[in-house]
């Protein structure tokens, strides 16, 4: 008798087990499962290679709109410090960047254009480092170099660690111009 069930038992987990084999009505949601962290990986990726692409074209009409007004001897005319200047930056950004302590900015008076090659502010390390930063808009028909730069924050840190160039774990954007002041003032 034992051997009876036991055979009985066996044949009808066969069937049971045949049975599932046979059923695809998980399929779909087992393949998505498997394909669903890289392709979301791909997804957010590529979302925050276009929000920083979109900020750095942000970053840069900021920086020429508001070297216009050195370029043209309006700031220096007005007597434009570096925090105004800052803030004229800001303006110009459309409120899509914050204007805390993630923007630097850079101005200086060169002796010609080929003195233009001022170098990385982010050491070996990648630490950034802004301690040669000054605001020097020059005079009339000076040589000035306009350097801004701004760390952002990645908004999928983790997916998007690849991105950042920065030791804390941020991506710095930099838009940079280099012009001769027009004669002002003559």
Partial sequence: MRSLNAGFLSSRLQRKLASWARDHRGQTAVEFALIAAP????IFGLLEICLIFIMTTVLEH?????????????????????????????????????CDSNLHIDVKRLNSFSAASLGSPVDSDGNFDDSSFDF??????????VRVYYEWGLVTPILSAPLA??????????ATTVFRNEPFGD
């Fill in 39 to 42: 392709f979301f990986f791909i």
């Fill in 62 to 98: 900021a920086v020429s709109d508001s070297s216009r007004e050195i370029r043209t001897g309006q700031a220096q005319q007005a007597g434009f410090s570096k925090v105004e200047f800052r803030n004229s930056v800001c303006d110009e950004m459309f409120g899509l960047m914050s």
């Fill in 136 to 145: 020097q808009p020059g005079g009339a028909n000076d040589i000035v170099a």
């Fill in 165 to 174: 160039n920065l030791a804390n774990g941020k991506h710095l954007i930099s």
